[in-house]
């Protein structure tokens, strides 16, 4: 039997109130807008949902997304279930002084807004990234110096085997675009705690409006893209080795590599996954060529 005909029968049985869509096209559930179909993508409203639906499917090969930010899906699509925490939203403050709970759907745009409302300062980083909660600390999500290790408390993480358990950031096991999900990714962050500190609230805003001033100055935020599509090499910058090699403006179909900021691969119109991904090919074996530096992708490829 096919998988989706016993996971169809089982959801509207066991979760009716869960909207599942079929053969839901990934483009529009992800920033390069690439992406052929899911054969079932649900999405669940709170943790519960979420443990259900991971109880019903096959853990293993269950892609669970949040804003897709940091993922190129392949043109073919995608024979298996993908989750997506966008209606697990709810936000609100902690019960320990100067901490915000926030659920894995929450965009970091808008936790950064929340925490600057109630005058709580140490997220202003996270503001401009355009991804959500659960990814960014799957990621150890950052920029302009600041990283979610700073600033996590704990995770309550959902496995497979054990339900959801709740980990301190030490437990997370933080690193450079790495944390303990990264090395588990069935595992799947639920909820995190955030703890700040008091600040000034139009201190904080204005810290807010000069980061984004300085990120719409170098990136080229006007094109569907991953944000800066390759690791940070050791002792390195992948954009300025790309820009070195002269690569800058270098097309393959509807992507390239951004003639603004040469660490930004985009979708300049019509881009497809293989485009994306012959675009990288040709980026690693150049840079290698010439500088002997091998760039290893930030952005994840899911087929």
């Known amino acids: 039997m096919d998988w989706t005909l016993r996971f169809d029968e089982q959801v509207a049985s066991e979760l009716p ?8 096209p990934m483009s529009r559930h992800t920033s390069f807008r690439v992406g052929g179909p899911a054969r079932r993508m649900a999405f669940p ?9 991971y109880q019903l499917a096959d853990a293993a090969s269950t892609l669970v997304i949040g804003r897709g930010s940091n993922l190129l899906v392949a043109d073919e699509g995608l024979d298996r279930l993908v ?7 709810q936000i609100y403050l902690g019960q320990d002084e100067n901490t915000i709970v926030a659920e894995a759907g929450v965009p970091l745009a808008r936790l950064a807004e929340f925490a600057a409302k109630q005058g709580l300062t140490g997220l202003e980083f996270a503001h401009g990234i ?28 959902l496995f497979p085997e054990k339900g959801i358990q709740t980990l301190s950031c030490e437990e997370m096991n933080f690193g450079y675009r790495h944390s303990l999900l990264t090395e588990q990714p ?14 000034d609230e139009e201190t904080i805003r204005e810290k807010m409006r000069e980061l984004m001033a300085r990120r719409k100055s170098s990136q080229p935020l006007e094109y569907p893209s991953a944000g800066s599509f390759f690791k940070r090499p050791e002792g390195h ?24 900021h040469a660490g930004f691969l985009l979708n300049i119109g019509g881009a497809t996954c293989a485009d994306i991904m012959e675009l ?17 992708r930030e952005v994840k490829l899911v087929k």
């Open 17 to 24: 109130e869960v909207r599942i869509e079929c053969d839901e």
């Open 45 to 53: 409203k709170c943790s519960a949902e979420l443990e259900k639906l």
């Open 83 to 89: 989750i997506s925490t966008e209606q697990m939203n």
């Open 130 to 157: 355009p991804g959500s909660v659960g990814g960014a600390v799957c990621m150890n999500a950052g920029a302009y110096d600041g990283v979610m290790r700073d600033v996590v408390q704990s995770v309550s993480v």
């Open 186 to 199: 069935e595992a799947i962050a639920v909820s995190a705690v955030f703890r700040l500190q008091k600040g």
């Open 237 to 260: 910058f992948a954009g300025a080795l790309i820009q070195q090699c002269g690569l800058k403006g270098l097309t393959v179909g509807g992507a390239q590599i951004s003639e603004k």
């Open 280 to 296: 990288c090919n040709q980026v690693q074996k150049r840079v290698y060529e010439e500088t002997g530096v091998h760039l290893e």
